[in-house]
């Protein structure tokens, strides 16, 4: 149960430091002020928890394919190679704490304006009946918003640094501890962001959030060098 507890907490503060003004935080924050909150959290968030199962099942998995020693003296590489990459970057930013948020609004306006232009096309001289036959099989059962916010939150996330360390956590803590913990900091991010919008995102220091980060990940780095692991 200890062991559920420790995956558990540490999961849910080292998500939480990850996903706090991370290009997906900004990506919800920015599509929620467009269309339906509720369809963006719904969307968001099932591609997050996705994303957090999948890369525990990796990590579930990497001590059956090599030792458990191995896959230890990994995890630990990882947690310091993490710490220093978040250190360098809170040292390295600039002024420009709100550059990633730039970064993301310009991506999705440019692909807002885009859908618009082809929107309006089309309305004018395709009947409702067709369009729904051309309509993506996905759309079918999904509303187009909803699948939006997930894949952009989905593929956002890949060989992210959060999606590298949850695999890498789970191979050294108990799996499901790390997946209750990392959906539970995604939720209450994902949350904030939807809820808060742009104002919010506007507001956060992505140079306080890499050095607390940073700090974070040596200290699990640390702990984890310490623990001692059968071979």
């Known amino acids: 149960m200890s062991s559920v507890l420790q995956g558990f907490t540490k999961s849910l503060a080292m998500t939480f430091v990850s996903e706090i003004g991370d290009k997906t935080f900004f990506a919800a924050a920015i599509l929620a002020m467009r269309y339906p909150r509720r369809l963006v959290l719904a969307g968001c968030v099932s591609a997050l928890i996705v994303t957090t199962i ?5 990590g579930w998995a990497a001590p059956n394919l090599i030792s458990r020693k191995w896959t230890h003296h990994i995890t630990t590489l990882l947690f310091f190679g993490f710490g220093l990459w978040s250190l360098w970057d809170g040292f390295t930013e600039g002024g420009g704490d709100s550059d990633e948020l730039a970064e993301v609004e310009a991506e999705l306006d440019s692909d807002f304006k885009a859908n618009g232009k082809t929107t309006k096309d089309n ?5 409702d009946e067709n369009k729904k036959q051309k309509r993506p ?10 699948l939006k916010a997930f894949s952009i939150n989905f593929f956002g996330e890949f060989g992210d640094k959060s999606q590298l360390a949850t695999i890498g956590l789970a191979a050294d803590e108990n799996p499901f501890g790390v997946v209750l913990g990392g959906i539970v900091a995604q939720l209450v991010c994902t949350t904030a962001a939807v809820i808060g919008g742009k104002s919010l995102a506007s507001q956060i220091s992505e140079r306080i959030v890499a050095l607390f980060g940073g700090v974070l990940f040596i200290i699990f780095g640390i702990q984890s060098f310490l623990t001692s692991v059968e071979a």
């Open 54 to 58: 999948l890369s525990a099942t990796i």
């Open 123 to 127: 309305n004018s001289k395709i009947e």
């Open 137 to 146: 099989f996905l759309t079918q059962f999904f509303s187009p918003i909803f």
